[in-house]
């Protein structure tokens, strides 16, 4: 309903610029033949302006009908824009994730090569360590 | 010897991860997109430019067209506003640093580090420091490209209704541009012909030599509208595609397919700021 309306409106304004238009061509074709004096060429010009003036006014109009429509998605679509931003900003909790995965695998990487003993000792005070690491 | 074996599988699974450079690049690109301000200021001062050629009821009927268009301007640019913050934040969703956990996964290799009475030596902190960023990568980006997807899917209506408004906009800048270009020119038109007596040399000749520079200035304005809406075309496509291939966003085709829109609005940004400067 609202787009046949702005539409509407730019039509209307489309179809005053076209009457603008061949005012001007025959206010152009009169002065070219010698045929209107300048007087009645500067009022005509000024109905061929007045037409313009108001088809401008209409475009106006059909730019307001198009922002007020614009508003309701742009509501909208803040919520999309708000999700993804704390999307982003839960990656904190990955974080913490990976730290975890990636503390377990060290450890036990380093207590495959070289020192099991105290390395699978520590394994709890490391991650104490890294506990607060994140946190911090 | 059996916990080593995920780190093994780790690199195969590596190299299946996508690659969401393209969609940064596209996203960053069409944040950038600013041809849509500059007409939308132009379109406010409309009747500055056309003052001089007005009187009476065209003038007052302009200047309350002017009110309007100064009153609608705050909504317009909001609008625009609005685009481009759902691409910087896809761009930021896409990019590298929002999901780069090198740092979290470094200091922890330096914790180790600094304990050295665990008994772990310097190269097994090193692998650990490499292995982490590994792991981190690897789950990051499964993440990554889900909430990516998920963003596109859900704002694809949204982005295209806006970005279609915009479009509309732009089409109706171009014919309020139309109108005053024919104002201006006209009058000229109607004016000069008349001047041709050795009385009016001098202002025959002003006269003509400023009807030259609007039409320049008029002819380069107009390869603006026609840069916004190609422009404004391209980011629709691309994000369409994007969505199109939301299951595979590292599709080779897609990335191709987006690198190239990046780049045609980037050179049409580039070469509306020759214009503008």
Redesign the interface.
Known sequence: MALSKKREV?DL??AL?GS??AI?DR??KE??RRKIK?FQ??S???D???L??????L??E???L??S???L??T???K??N???S??KT?ET??A???L???L??L???A????PG??LS?LD??RM??GE??DS | ?K??I??LLIGGVLSACANLKEVRDFATESAKFSTYTDLTTR?RD?TDRARP??????LA??E??DK??KE?YP??L??HE?VS??FK??A??AGDE??D?SH??G??GD??KQ?P?????PK??D??SS??NT??KW??TG?QQS?VR??VR??DP??Q??LG?MG??VR?YR??H???K??VL??F???I??RDGPQDALLAALAKTHVQSKAMEYRLVESKYDDAESGIKKIMQGHRSLVDNVNDVSASDLTTHLQGISNDIRVLGGHLQTFHN
């Open positions: 730019e304004a489309d610029v603008a238009d001007h206010i152009i002065i070219g300048q060429a500067y005509l010009f000024q061929e302006t007045s313009r003036v108001t088809a401008n006014a475009y106006l059909a730019v307001k198009i922002v429509d614009l508003e998605a742009q909208d679509f803040m999309v824009i999700k993804a931003t999307q982003i990656i990955i974080a994730f990976v730290d995965v990636a503390d695998l060290v036990a990487a380093a495959y090569a070289a020192k105290p390395i520590a005070e490391v360590d890294i690491q994140v | 010897m916990r080593l995920p780190v379109f409309t050629y007005l009187t009476g009821a065209n009927q302009e309350a067209t309007g268009r609608v909504e317009l909001k609008i609005r913050l759902y934040t896809l930021k969703l929002t999901f956990l979290e996964v200091t922890v914790t180790l304990h009475a665990f008994g772990i030596e097994h902190v692998s650990y292995i982490g792991v981190s789950i990051t993440y909430a998920e963003m859900e704002g949204k982005i209704v806006l408004g509309d906009l109706l014919k309020t139309t109108q005053e024919r104002i006209g009058f038109e109607a004016e012909p008349f």
